[in-house]
């Protein structure tokens, strides 16, 4: 067992840190994390493929991800701005706008839900101006749409100010003075530079909606087949005691979230690269 | 990234001439930002202590001092006190391996740590189910030795370990990193021992990132809600945190309370975000002296 290679060093204390790194990573999260594949494997592959393919089921991955993917659209457009404006503009209370940036990752997600959901009622703050145009948002997709946008936004602004802030005018120089228009340089110069940080937040920002329970459900609704999400569909399974049912779900959304964390991990690679 | 490339970039004049939008522009894209943000971030945080406040301050406080609110806030405080430590532990412990030594599998190893962030809350109680649960691996033998972990406090406290796992030490690893070992080695060369080097030397070097780390691991344990949901059993007085607790007050339609004990957990994030923001400035400044 030569898989953790030291190599020459004069500090102390290697074997012991690593040691217990492994340890306690291996019973708080690989060893639990284990069980639920052991546990699908349980499964014979017909009931696993009748579990998750369900109507219903599917129904909710359409929901989830569908809304994540409006959110984290939405997101990129104003996470980009949003990042620009911190950096590049100067205006009054720019501090605390951008520490209050990290509000949702701050500010449980409980809180976050039943707050969303009081203010966008037919008689919240906003959604008594929604609500005359037709417009529902609390109970309905669009509320969950909105759920997933408050808890994504820190990604994408997180993920794309510091490559702003890393981008040295002397390219915008170059650019003005070969006669590029400001329009034609934001699109042709610096677009380009931002584009993979953009996508890194977007996936960032697309995960965490994918994954997301506390602020969604109650401002979903969550009428099976229009506005239940799988988390809270595990979630019922588990109440009905139906926890091979349970499992099998689990297991899917794990499985999505392990691909998208590897495709982020590929994106933030080349965002270096492309960055050096 | 070397230090004269800071001191160019701080220097650089957000209004050069030719490298900003006409005055008109960047009024517009402010005011468009700063909406979005006030309709998204302000408006919520305020609608908190608003709902809270709504009906006076005696009200406000009754819902606070109502037993079954003070035994969540306890839980929570036990929780919190439980699980920040051990992580803070182990944050230090795998950022001192990870930073300062080279092996194969370091970056394995630094994906696995990251893990707990990228799985739902909800699986992340599931797994302790499956595991602790009468259906689970060691279910049944727990039963008949009458331990219970999962459905009363140990699972809460495991559950929350599990999300809030990362923090310290991917706040840490990078950190560690940048500062080198050349300190270190120089204390060890004249005669310090391995724990006086980490304690005088290394520790005072990254005591701001362990303020950040810590102060967001705090965060999160606190107001963990999907997870715990999970394990807890929701047994009032006993197995209820404080969002569990801003829950089922309001699917009591107790709207008031709901909100009067969500102002508690909001505060608490202005709280972090301020100590946040500190902490992010003394690391900043920590790496441009070095």
Known sequence: MKFFKRHNNVLPGFGVTLGFTVFYLSIIVLIPLSALVFKTMGLTWGEFITTVTAPRVVASYKITFGAALVAALINSVFGVLVAWVLVRYNFPGRRIVDALIDLPFALPTAVAGITLATIYSPNGWVGRFLEPHGIKVAFTPLGIVLAMTFIGLPFVVRTVQPVVEEIETELEEAATCLGATRWQTLVRVIFPLLSPSI????????????GEYGSIIFIAGNMPMVSEITPLLIITKLEQFDYRGATAIACVMLLTSFTLLLAINLLQKWSRRHAE | MSAPIHTVHSSKSPTGRAQTEPPVVRRLLIAVALIFLALFLALPLAAVFSQAFEKGLTVYLAALKEAD?????????????VTVPLNLFFGVTAAWAIAKFNFTGKNLLITLIDLPFSVSPVISGLIYVLIFGLQGWIGPWLQEHDIKIVFAVPGIILATIF?????????????????????????????ATGLQTFFRVTLPNVKWGIIYGVILCNARAMGEFGAVSVVSGHIRGMTNTVPLHVEILYNEYNYTAAFAVASLLAFLALITLMVKSVAEWKVRQQLENN
């Open chain 1, 199 to 210: 996508l890194t937040g977007f996936a960032l920002s697309f995960a965490r909606g994918v």
């Open chain 2, 69 to 81: 609110t003070l035994s969540s806030i306890k839980l929570t405080l036990i929780t919190a006190a």
């Open chain 2, 163 to 191: 999300v809030t796992f990362p923090f310290v030490a991917r706040e840490l690893i990078p950190l560690m990193e940048a500062q080198g070992k050349e300190e270190e080695e120089a204390a060890l060369v004249l005669g």
